[in-house]
């Protein structure tokens, strides 16, 4: 988590700081800081709270000069207070440090630290890197490059480190060990960001820093080193969407923005999948028919709306091709000694491409000899260089904090890649195959369509925004849909939301209900639509209130429900993809009625970088 910033060259850098961290707020909010080097002196200034809370201490205060650093704080060590807001510094005063991650050994570190006669200031982790930086300058009279270089190899945990200091006014130094770092310099410009749109205010051309990489960034140059010291060659990757795509486009939040952009997203990500023969394209999977055929197991890991998404994906992958498909919690998968070899395929999805657990997950799977598919968003991430092969999503930049269209755009991935395993193992055959993609090419027209029903949402929203507590059930790929739509209500509306297999409503939960509590039923799987129905009529029955999410048109559900989202009708398989919208929908428009933000969910981040 934490949105970091960085920036050196001939402007001002307090505004490009404030700018980059209103960009990457998405990543933590609890506090706001940033450091100045300027005439010899480091000016730090950082309050608890949300930017705005930063911006109005810095009123008649503003630092000046042309190099610094910013940081906005999703809390791990220490509360969110003034006094643990990042840039940290050390004794001297004289090196300023922001930090994503967690230090493991910052407690061992600490007591070293203080029996030198170190004073800490914070309850944070982060400081402890500051002084270990000051001691060694102190020691050896090293550069700020040399005494960072020689304090990761002390720290241990998950760190993205960035250093300033003010006897080296024209240099930040940045260091990954796991949590993501971007570097980047154009003419006269040194950037550095925890995420991609930090920088494109000033350049598409970033360098990612892998595990282990060290960047010496100057105004208009980058060195990269890795830990050792030695000095490595620098490769840049172009970002083919610009600032105004992170924007909010007219739009009140990013959220009801990136739920507009769903079909454009669904779009993109199926771009290029059919070729001129008609057959699936996977240009990104290198492996033989044989190896294909070979495969036995697939295993899916991800964590959070990722999971759903995969929950959903087991149903197609296993329908069409045949293959025992497990699920997993990625942060439960390396804990459960899992059976895997060079015949099992695992698929780890992460939007971010830097989920801690999917990225541990996949790289235990790779040990054990397993074959690694990613499915992220972000070129470039850590997860497109632990796979062995990567499917994109193509939903560019999200903002917001709860999954949209990036969920979308994995189902539709997982789909495809399903049907492609289907093709070339020759489980399904090619009219099946065809008449389910022209399914998927029609999917956000349909989506276009689907977004209309807006208004009846935003009804039914007002109505159920004040209960205390709303059940989802569905079964099979329902059932991944009443998880997802439990799971978004509860992250932006505080209300108490769980989802469940409606067929196992008599086997506990059945108990929740009473008079006015809300269920909301998917109905639209056309295999066990009837049981369904069947399990509204128990909800019914026992005095809740019905919302279904049904096919339009549908008689038999109009006549049960207390409200009715209704979708236009796909293949039973890609239902998930519609059933989306109207979730969406329903958790942002009762997060709105609440009067809370949708964009920024109290105690979450967008990327969850450490375990």
Known sequence: ?????????????????????????????????????????????????????????????????????????????GGPTDGNAHPHRDCTGRVAIVHNGIIENHDVLRAELVAKGHTFESETDTEVAAHLIEQIISDKGSTLLEAVTEAVNILEGAFALVCVRADEPDVIVTARQEPPIIVGAADGVGLVGSDVPALLGHTRDVIPLDNRQIAEVRAGSVRLYDFEGNELEVQTV???????????????????????????????????????NGKVSLD???????????????????????YNAGMAAKHAIEHWTRIPVELDLASEFRYRDPVLDNRGLVIGITQSGETAD??????????????????????????????????????????????????????????????????ERGSMTVDKIRETMAAMEALPSQIEDLLEIKEDVKAAAKRYSEARDIIFIGRGVGMAMALEGALKLKEISYIHA????????????????????????????????????ANVEEVRARGASAVIVAPRGDERARDLADDIFEVPATKPLLTPILDAIPLQLFAYYIAKEKGLSPDKPRNLAKSVTVE
């Open 238 to 276: 172009h970002i083919d969407w610009d600032l105004e795509a992170a924007e909010k486009g007219g739009y009140e939040d990013f959220m009801l923005k990136e739920i507009h952009e769903q079909p454009d997203a669904v779009r993109q990500t199926m771009l290029g999948r059919i070729d001129s």
């Open 358 to 423: 999917t990225l541990a997950a996949v790289r235990f799977a790779r040990e054990m000899g397993a074959r690694v598919i990613a499915v992220t968003n972000v070129v470039g991430s850590s997860i497109t260089r632990d796979a062995d092969a990567v499917i994109f999503t193509h939903a560019g930049p999200e903002i917001g904090v709860a999954a949209t269209k990036t969920f979308l755009g994995q189902l539709v991935a997982l789909n495809v890649l399903a049907l492609y395993l289907a093709q």
């Open 1 to 77: 988590m934490c949105g970091i910033v960085g920036y050196v060259g001939s402007d001002q850098a307090l505004p490009v700081l404030l700018s980059g961290m209103r960009m990457l707020e998405y990543r933590g909010y609890d506090s706001a800081g940033v450091a100045i080097v300027e005439d010899g002196e480091i000016d730090i200034v950082r309050k608890a709270g949300q930017i705005g809370n930063l911006e109005a201490a810095l009123e008649g205060n503003e630092p000046s000069g042309t190099l610094g650093i910013g940081h906005t704080r999703w809390a791990t060590h």
């Open 498 to 533: 769980e989802g469940y297999a409606a067929g196992e409503l008599k086997h506990g939960p059945i108990a929740l209900l009473q008079e006015g509590v809300p269920v909301v039923a998917l109905c639209t799987g056309a295999k066990l639509y009837d049981k369904m129905l």
């Open 284 to 306: 990104e999977v290198h492996w033989t028919n044989g190896e294909l055929k070979d495969i036995d197991k697939i295993v899916i890991v991800a964590c959070g709306t990722s």
